[in-house]
């Protein structure tokens, strides 16, 4: 499966936390892109593929239920701390389950944004993955 959970440093001082992610070390790839989604209990954004870009995703608070298909296998990853990242590589398709409202999710990618990069079509990503 081309996506996967990673540990992210996580510092704890009298309960505040610092989480650090540096360029080709938690994150696996020169960064291009940085965005984060805030979103409500219930909500599923992505469902789509990408191409080329590769990309990390932390949850910043809340959680998040990410579904990854490659084509072969189908995983579900659970983000509910800074500390834990899930790298996407290209060729996944994926969409996020938010389970709390005002959960935010960053995500780092290896691209700018690309509008040809992405499959929004099911059908198109099985045939893509071919």
Same mark, same amino acid.
């Given at each position: 499966?081309p996506?996967?959970?990673?540990?992210?440093?996580? *510092?704890? #001082? #009298?309960?505040?936390?610092? /989480?650090v992610l540096?360029?080709?070390? $938690?994150?696996?790839? /020169?960064?291009?892109? %940085? !965005? !984060?989604?805030?979103?409500?209990?219930?909500? %599923?954004?992505?469902?789509?593929?990408?191409?080329?870009?590769?990309?990390?995703?932390?949850?910043?608070?809340?959680?998040?239920?990410?579904?990854?298909?490659?084509?072969?296998?189908?995983?579900? !990853?659970?983000? #509910?701390?800074?500390?834990?990242?899930? =790298?996407?590589?290209?060729? /996944?398709?994926?969409?996020?389950?938010?389970?709390? @409202?005002?959960?935010?999710?960053?995500? !780092?990618? @290896?691209?700018?944004?690309?509008?040809?990069?992405?499959? *929004? @079509?099911? #059908?198109?990503?099985?045939?893509? =993955? $071919?």
């Amino acid at each position: 499966m081309p996506a996967k959970i990673i540990n992210v440093p996580f *510092h704890i #001082d #009298d309960g505040n936390y610092l /989480v650090v992610l540096e360029e080709k070390k $938690e994150i696996p790839f /020169v960064l291009s892109r %940085v !965005f !984060f989604v805030k979103a409500g209990k219930g909500i %599923v954004r992505g469902k789509h593929a990408h191409k080329k870009c590769s990309q990390l995703m932390t949850c910043v608070s809340g959680s998040v239920e990410i579904f990854c298909d490659d084509g072969v296998k189908k995983k579900t !990853f659970f983000l #509910d701390n800074p500390s834990i990242g899930l =790298i996407i590589k290209p060729g /996944v398709w994926a969409q996020q389950l938010y389970l709390q @409202d005002d959960t935010v999710l960053s995500v !780092f990618c @290896d691209r700018p944004f690309e509008k040809e990069d992405y499959i *929004h @079509d099911y #059908d198109e990503f099985k045939l893509f =993955i $071919e």
